[in-house]
């Protein structure tokens, strides 16, 4: 094979191989690169399913756009019937040649461990199991980037079925214990084989050992791994909890996410403290991103032009910048409801970039006169408030597309990220009408007041756009948060608000099925009045896999998680959303209640009164903060900040009767009810009052009621783990007829 030329790529020499394939290093004679070429062996060319599973790999790779998933350029045949696939080439070496020459250091294998982890979990989000994760297909490049090879046995969720029911394919040493038994593999047999291969780098040598390939099964089965610190003293007790954790038998016990198994062994890779029992309920307290790293936060851009009613215009820059920004590969960016706290900031920059933990500033301005625009925009490097670069844009208004396309690829470039041809394209704006975009700027300036009065005024001038594009997704998107947002907050009836969000949502996703805040608005439909719960995590996962910065979608899905009672998988997403707006008094507020449904109550009294710190006057923080200390049982503390503000008198009800105060619950829901449908109750929450104070008649009265109504808050009044009559049988088959269980 060595000197031959295929299609246009001229054999240099053979690199590797297995029973799936041979590997070769080849030039590429058009464009004069080097590549890896993987050609399937004689022997298996007329076996069927081997060609198809070689076509599956070529597939299963090519969907992964990832920095730390190798890159598919091509599959294809040659006259002879040789199969073949083209892929990227990397100077470096697999993991496999690394542990030949003895254990690494502990910092390089973790670091080396949390790279294969994200790359396994974009794979994951895709319904991918690659089921052959080891050393050998593992590679560290020469500039330390890790690259997962050899997806040639990768299972899909959809689609043909390749190997037979209870067949066990893999590599022995590092297959699972559900991949020995037979059974249906899913993404925790690859964090399982991953913890394998951390613990091989770390220790030298493999964690379940066998004389004979049945005595090795059996030890998979039964037996412990010795404990890695005894093999080596300087493994920290954090790094060895997690590799525990990884290789859990009963595959429940592991991690349940790639994703934060990427996130916890990020953060330890990085030297931080770190609880070495946190993630058993997934807490993340420390950032999982440092600011050595690629990281930004664009400032709000300054009005120059003189103008107070231009102050929508120079903010709905900032904001357009942001989600520009937000899409490049392995960036993080502050969301805009932190950035926009600096705003007319007297601070420095280096504190600005300490208090978001960022390792780049994005700053500039905006002065607009007429249909012309003059923008100024550069990039600082935190540390030294070096400027890396700064550029004047002087246009006319309608290029003020192109100026954000600009903007987030020099950001890139600054940063020395690299563009995918996947990410120019999403870097492209799709074509806006200019006088549109200047109305929905303006709406999404009162939508974010995330008031009555806003949101309706938002609601009007999304409507005004539309009626000048008719074709605009984003002003769909706007309009669809908007209802999504006066049904979830009481600014209109539910039954009349979450229709017309989701008819908004759909019309968006119709002319642009790639927009996240789509997506995201598409979920609280689903979750808030459809109670189509697989559907709304589809959802929420197309979200954030479209715009991974996308904090408000984090927050959101932190939502569903509680509801469903997937704790460990809530505070992920609620600490994701801290990371990414990192001094918003709602993403901190909802960091502490999420703590306190899933029982954690002083972690949530930790977080909430960090959070009025923050912002002594956000009332929000001041109920949940009553309810965290509700549950820990501090009854006077609990009411003392209930009064203080409830965002429904009804849960004030609530609280009494939970607490055991009949007569104030009794006394306080006949106010309410005599009051009238002012917005201080809903159905569900009358409903539970009545049947803690052992009205039963009337309990399921107000339960039907909520049901007709689609009132979404028993599942977030009764799924949390510490609330008294969970399991009653009224409320449990209010659930079951919102597909929920108890």
């Given amino acids: 094979m060595v000197g031959k030329v295929v299609a246009s790529f001229e054999v240099v020499e053979k690199i590797g191989g297995g029973g799936m394939g041979v590997v070769y290093k080849a030039r590429d004679l058009r464009l004069g690169r080097f590549v890896a070429m993987k050609f399937l062996p004689a022997e298996l060319r007329t076996d069927p399913v081997t060609k198809a599973r070689f076509i599956q790999e070529a597939r299963a790779v090519s969907i992964l756009d990832h920095p730390n998933i190798c890159t598919v350029y091509q599959v294809g045949e040659t006259d002879d019937g040789q199969m073949y696939i083209v892929m990227g080439f990397y100077a470096g070496e697999t993991v496999d040649v690394k542990i030949a020459r003895g254990p690494l250091r502990v910092d390089e294998a973790v670091a080396i461990a949390a790279q294969a982890a994200a790359g396994l979990a974009k794979a994951h989000e ?16 020469a500039e330390g980037v890790v690259k997962i090879l050899d997806f040639g046995i990768a299972k899909f969720s959809e689609g043909a079925h390749l190997t037979r029911e209870g067949t066990a394919v893999g590599t022995l040493p590092y297959m699972s214990p559900e991949q020995l038994a037979g059974e249906t593999v ?23 050992t066998g004389d004979n390939p049945g005595a090795l099964v059996h030890a998979i089965l039964h037996r412990d791994p010795p404990p890695l610190g005894a093999v080596r003293a300087d493994v920290p007790p954090a790094v060895e909890d997690a590799v525990r954790k990884m290789l859990a038998k009963d595959r429940s016990q592991r991690f349940q996410q790639t994703a934060l198994v990427a996130e916890v062994l990020h953060s330890l890779s990085g030297g931080r403290a770190f609880s070495s029992r946190a993630w058993e309920t997934a807490t993340l307290p420390t950032p999982a991103w440092t600011p050595a790293e690629a990281s930004v936060a664009v400032l709000p851009f300054v009005n120059r032009s003189g103008d107070q009613e231009q102050e929508y215009f120079s903010d709905g820059i900032t904001e357009d910048i942001i989600a520009q920004v937000s899409k490049l590969p392995g960036v993080r960016v502050i969301a805009r409801t932190s950035v926009m706290r600096y705003k007319n900031s007297e ?18 301005s905006v002065r607009r006169a007429g249909n012309r625009v003059r923008i100024t925009s550069g990039l600082v490097e935190a540390a030294t408030q070096r400027q890396l670069w700064v550029e004047t844009y002087d246009r006319e208004l309608t290029d003020i597309f192109s100026i954000q396309t600009d903007v987030s690829r020099r950001v890139a470039a600054a940063l020395m990220t690299t563009l995918s041809p996947t990410l120019r394209l999403r870097l492209a704006t799709e074509p806006r009408d200019i006088e549109a975009y200047q109305i929905f700027l303006r709406a999404r300036y009162f939508l974010n007041k995330v008031s009555p009065e806003g949101t309706f005024k938002a609601i009007q001038l999304f409507q005004q756009a539309l009626d000048v594009d008719p074709a605009d997704s984003r002003c769909y998107a706007g309009l669809s948060t908007c209802y999504a947002t006066a049904g979830h907050f009481d600014f209109m009836p539910p039954q009349e608000a979450f229709p017309k969000a989701k008819a908004a949502a759909q019309k968006a996703l119709e002319i642009n099925g790639n927009l996240a805040e789509a997506h995201t608005s598409m979920a609280l439909v689903q979750m808030f009045w459809d109670w189509d719960w697989p559907a709304a995590e589809h959802s929420f996962r197309r979200a954030v896999a479209l715009n991974p910065n996308w904090a408000e979608a984090h927050t ?18 609620a600490c994701r959303a801290l990371e990414l707006d990192p001094v918003s008094s709602f993403v901190n507020t909802n960091l502490g209640w999420v703590f306190t449904m899933a029982g954690r109550f ?13 912002d002594p006057n956000y009332l929000p923080a001041w109920t949940l903060l009553g309810q965290a200390h509700l549950g820990r049982g501090n009854y006077v503390k609990a009411f003392e900040y209930l009064n203080k503000w409830a965002w429904r008198r009804s849960f004030v009800a609530l609280a009494y009767s939970w607490a055991g105060e009949i007569e104030q619950a009794r006394r306080l829901l006949e106010e309410i009810l005599q009051a009238g449908p002012t917005g201080q109750w809903r159905p569900s929450e ?17 339960l039907e009621r909520a049901f007709a109504e689609r009132d979404y808050m028993l599942s977030f009044q009764m799924c949390a783990e510490w609330v008294r009559n969970r399991n009653d049988p009224l409320v449990v088959e209010y659930l079951k007829k919102m597909g929920l269980e108890a």
């Fill in 126 to 141: 895709v319904g991918i199991t690659h089921r052959d994760v080891k050393p050998a297909n593992i590679l560290v490049t």
């Fill in 186 to 208: 899913d993404p925790r047999t690859d964090i399982w084989s991953l913890g394998v291969v951390l613990y091989q780098m770390l220790a030298g040598r493999l964690p379940f």
């Fill in 686 to 702: 009358v409903a539970l009052v009545y049947l803690w104070l052992g009205d039963r008649k009337e309990a399921e009265r107000w």
């Fill in 556 to 573: 959101y899905f932190s939502w569903y998680h509680c509801a469903v009672r997937g704790w460990e998988q809530a505070v992920f997403e």
């Fill in 347 to 364: 601070k420095d920059l280096t504190q600005i970039a300490r208090e978001l933990q960022v390792s780049h500033l994005v700053e500039g």
């Fill in 602 to 614: 002083d972690e949530a009294i930790g977080q909430l009164e960090r959070t009025l710190e923050l």
